[in-house]
Nanobody
Framework: QVQVVESGGGLVQAGGSLRLSCTAR????????MGWFRQAPGKEREGVSC????????HVADSVKGRFTISRRNANNTVWLQMNNLKPEDTAMYYC????????????????????YGQGTQVTVSA
């Protein structure tokens, strides 16, 4: 059974930083791309950043480019999202998920392409 657990969210002032962590168990972690997604109240879930199984390619949404960085360590079954210069519009529930296909060469970041979403971690950025 695949289990995905996120942590690291919280309340931060605009301009601050947070580092989200995600651990996935019950799968061969280095076979799968991983992604971070977010959903604000009343909005659709969107892809924030995704990383290929090897870490060799990433996708970053335009809205967070230059501020957020995704990374992974396969030996620890962990993927991180470093978020710098946070803005109030980054406020959302952040989810980690697993690509539904093995060993994709280029990581997509479309929510329907991912599954096994975790329970999420709330990020709130105050103005």
């Amino acid at each position: 059974q695949v289990q995905v657990v996120e942590s690291g969210g919280g309340l931060v002032q605009a301009g601050g930083s947070l580092r989200l962590s995600c651990t996935a168990r019950g799968l061969i972690f280095d076979d799968y791309a991983m992604g971070w997604f977010r959903q604000a109240p009343g909005k659709e879930r969107e892809g924030v950043s995704c990383i290929s199984w090897s870490g060799g390619s990433t996708h970053v949404a335009d809205s967070v480019k230059g501020r957020f960085t995704i990374s992974r360590r396969n030996a620890n079954n962990t993927v991180w999202l470093q978020m710098n210069n946070l803005k109030p519009e980054d406020t959302a529930m952040y989810y980690c998920a697993v690509d539904l296909l093995k060993r994709v060469v280029v990581a997509s970041c479309s929510p329907p392409d991912y599954g096994y979403y975790g329970q999420g971690t709330q990020v709130t950025v105050s103005a």
